[in-house]
């Protein structure tokens, strides 16, 4: 794993973190698949060849995914 892949993957692991969002990472002939879990949860964030685009790729939709998951907890909040 070269330097730029060790960063994407860090940066998306510690912004997972900052979320609590768990990362997963599936190998295939394909390439990668990033997914997330929450609880018993999850899904596919994202699934390209090259795992450095790949987690850069993800860093977007888990962010958006996190930004979701504090409205439904502020909506919950409120009632």
């Known amino acids: 794993m070269d330097l730029g892949a060790l960063r994407a993957v860090a940066d998306l692991l ?7 969002i768990g ?3 599936v190998p295939d002939a394909e390439g990668w698949t990033i997914g997330y ?4 949860g999850g899904g596919d964030l994202v699934a390209g060849y ?3 685009d790949t987690a850069r790729a993800a860093l977007r939709p888990l962010e958006d995914l996190a930004a979701q998951r504090e ?3 502020r909506e919950r909040g409120q009632r």
């Open 50 to 52: 090259n795992l450095t």
């Open 37 to 40: 879990m929450v609880g018993n």
């Open 23 to 25: 990362v997963t990472f």
């Open 14 to 20: 510690s912004a997972a973190e900052r979320h609590g």
């Open 71 to 73: 409205q439904a907890r």
